[in-house]
């Protein structure tokens, strides 16, 4: 999952950037709201995370403008403010979910991983297709009740096509969501990984629609 954190303080950005990154997840960094503006209108995130105080105007501001301009993405706010008056401009703005400064940047990947599963439909901490599991907490895979062993980047790949399920995932969401923006990987690579996910969890698993992406089974599809 990739996410956007918008913070102006720099040692804040670092320590919660390493926590992500320490997670699991894919982050990029703006140090402000114009900055930030850029990326949320030319690049794909899965959730946000929005300091209020920004150098450049309040961060509740960009984030209406945003919700204004029909951009979904889940937005966790941080802040200092501990008022209820601030946390209900948050809201209103259109944030998702909200945490006062300081906090545990622990508490900060539960929030967000809760986000993700919303905006997907999924409610419980552990993705289920068929017989196989993703704990979103631990990031740990079982086929059957049995670990598999696999790479961050395929859990990576997996956790996507997992939280989409049964949804058909094009390579160029796969390749905006699952990998770095520096560092983008062509259709091959991306042909590569599904091939070791399917030699790791079973061939049928993964389903290629020609000419639109992959898709991951719950059953096995019957032969005549």
Same mark, same amino acid.
């Given at each position: ?5 918008? @913070? ?15 997670? %699991?997840? &894919? ?7 114009? %900055? ?6 030319? @690049?794909? !995130? =899965?959730?946000?995370?929005? =300091?209020?105080?920004?150098? $450049?105007? %309040? ?6 403008? /945003? ?16 008022? /209820? *008056? =601030? ?5 209103? *703005?259109? *944030?998702? $979910? !909200? ?7 622990? @508490? ?15 409610? #419980? ?31 990576? &790949?997996?956790? !996507?096509?997992? #939280? ?9 969401? &796969?390749?905006?969501?699952?990998? $770095? +923006?520096?560092? @983008?990987? =062509? ?16 061939? /049928?698993?993964? *389903?290629?629609? +020609?000419?639109?992406?992959? +898709? ?9």
């Amino acid at each position: 999952m990739k996410c956007l954190l918008v @913070e102006d303080d720099q040692a804040l950005a670092r320590e919660l950037s390493q926590a992500l990154r320490d997670g %699991d997840w &894919l982050v990029e960094h703006a140090a402000n709201g114009q %900055d930030a503006d850029f990326l949320v209108r030319t @690049e794909a !995130y =899965d959730t946000l995370i929005l =300091d209020v105080g920004l150098p $450049d105007g %309040d961060g509740t501001r960009w984030l209406s403008a /945003w919700r204004e301009d029909g951009i979904n993405i889940p937005v966790l706010i941080l802040t200092a403010r501990e008022r /209820w *008056a =601030d946390k209900a401009a948050g809201f209103s *703005a259109g *944030a998702d $979910d !909200y945490v006062t400064k300081p906090f545990e940047p622990a @508490e900060v990947l539960f929030r967000l991983r809760a986000l993700v599963r919303r905006s997907h439909g999924h409610a #419980h901490p552990i993705l289920k297709v068929g017989e196989l599991s993703l704990d979103t907490h631990t990031q740990h895979v079982t086929l059957a009740g049995r670990p598999v062993g696999l790479t961050a980047q395929e859990t990576r &790949l997996l956790g !996507y096509l997992m #939280h989409a399920a049964p949804r058909v995932v094009s390579r160029t969401e &796969l390749s905006e969501h699952v990998y $770095d +923006r520096d560092h @983008e990987p =062509d259709s091959n690579v991306i042909d590569v990984q599904v091939s070791r996910l399917r030699r790791k969890l079973g061939s /049928w698993r993964i *389903a290629t629609q +020609r000419g639109q992406g992959y +898709r991951l089974l719950e059953e096995e599809p019957a032969t005549e």
